[in-house]
């Protein structure tokens, strides 16, 4: 009879192992697991072509996948990049380096719709072209929230930048029809909407440059991703933003911390390059951060 109770009691004990070892795996999700106070709303990995469909180019730019990541390039920068090997100009993203370059190339293409290129307000108008934004336009942050990606440069050259909280002027999106036509020039993020532009890999400089807009007053700055001579390393960078504190971590150590007093509203997100730059992104994830 005792051997009889103790074998019962052996298979119940099983039985609950077994259940309790599925709980894990049936009840938590996995997304989840590794820190409760956040879900990730959207992951790119750009397995596929269909990924290039969320986002929409402004300017002088292209994107494309190759070997699973997401290149951004510059439609002129094959002309730069020639141009820095034959060391005809510096690999310092000087615009009075490049721009006369960039100006005959486009005026080339445009003809006399190369005026929208330039810096009207000045005593002599400036050409400013050449350089492009690419937004998400399906997935939005939220109040609290992270935006991680692994960034591997192709060009020595700078510079790349990331946005968000980006909106219209109103707060409205800044993919609303009655915001005024964009060409991929700086003055428009600057002048035309709100949003936070966190500049990053810049070899000589060497820092990470965060500014809001309207304006180009910098309101903070840190490490940038460039550590060594070895520039073609990649780095996991994620940039977030709690109750108003905006934070750059590159792999998982921050770079800066700054507290905005009067956070922006807006949730759309994307990223710029200059002429010269030219980059891969990757296993891109949005985050929505809870309290």
Not at 166 to 182: D, H, Q, T, V, Y
Request: with cysteine; aromatic share 12%.
């Amino acid at each position: 009879m005792h051997i009889r109770q103790t074998f019962i009691w052996l298979l119940l004990l099983l039985a609950y192992s077994s259940i309790h070892a599925q709980i894990p795996k049936e009840a938590v999700n996995p997304k989840e697991a590794i820190n409760p106070k956040e879900t990730v709303s959207a992951t790119y990995t750009f397995d596929t072509e269909e990924e290039l469909a969320d986002w929409l180019v402004e300017g002088e730019g292209k994107a494309s996948i190759e070997n699973g990541k997401l290149i951004l390039e510059p439609l002129y920068f094959p002309l730069m990049d020639s141009l820095m090997k034959a060391g005809v100009i510096s690999e310092d993203n000087i615009m009075e380096e490049y721009n006369p370059y960039l100006y005959t190339a486009m005026k080339a293409k445009y003809g006399k719709d190369i005026a929208r290129y330039f810096l009207r307000g000045k005593e002599e108008a400036t050409f400013t072209g050449g350089h492009f934004n690419i937004w998400n336009r399906k997935i939005k942050t939220a109040g609290n929230f992270a935006i991680e990606f692994d960034f591997t440069p192709l060009s020595p050259a700078p510079l790349h930048m990331v946005l968000f909280c980006a909106s219209g002027l109103k707060e409205e999106s800044i993919f609303a029809p009655s915001l005024p036509a964009r060409y991929g020039l700086g003055e428009e993020l600057m002048y035309d909407m709100k949003t936070y532009r966190l500049s990053f890999f810049h070899q000589s400089r060497r820092k990470a440059n965060l500014r809001r807009a309207p304006g180009k007053v910098m309101i903070a700055q840190g490490t940038d991703v460039v550590t060594s001579e070895d520039w073609r390393t990649t780095s996991h960078c994620r940039v977030e933003r709690i109750d108003g504190t905006i934070r750059f971590l590159i792999n998982g150590k921050e770079s800066f911390s700054y507290k905005d007093e009067e956070p922006l509203k807006g949730n759309n997100w994307g990223f710029r390059l200059m002429a010269c730059a030219k980059g891969a992104y990757d296993n891109i994830r949005i985050i929505t951060i809870y309290q």
